[in-house]
Nanobody, 122 residues
């Protein structure tokens, strides 16, 4: 049974930082891909960052490169977000799939999702 549980969202002023966490269970093999997506009101869900479980290769959407860092440790997925901007405001979701990462895949390629955590930057 796969379960993803996010935490760490909140409200922050522009330029501030937040760290999101996602506890991953049921899909911890090293051949699986996990990542973060976000969806702002009225917009489509987009990939933010992805990483192989137990791996080092990371993928980022261009708008967060140099500001966000994805990492995984002991079945917890993290997203460190620095220098936050108003356009980062969105619901953030943790997602996983049972195959390798191939860059930032579309949401439809991920079978397992968390409930989401809200990030608001003012």
């Amino acid at each position: 049974h796969v379960q993803l549980v996010e935490s760490g969202g909140g409200s922050v002023q522009a330029g501030g930082s937040l760290r999101l966490s996602c506890e991953v269970s049921g899909i911890t093999e090293g051949t699986n891909c996990i990542g973060w997506f976000r969806q702002a009101p009225g917009k489509e869900r987009e990939g933010v960052a992805a990483i192989m479980i137990l791996g080092a290769t990371t993928y980022y959407t261009d708008s967060v490169k140099g500001r966000f860092t994805i990492s995984e440790d002991n079945a917890i997925l993290y997203l460190q977000m620095n220098n936050l901007k108003s356009e980062d405001t969105a619901m953030y979701y943790c997602a996983a799939r049972r195959n390798f990462c191939t860059g930032l895949s579309a949401p439809a390629d991920f079978a397992y999702w968390g409930q989401g955590t809200q990030v608001t930057v003012s």
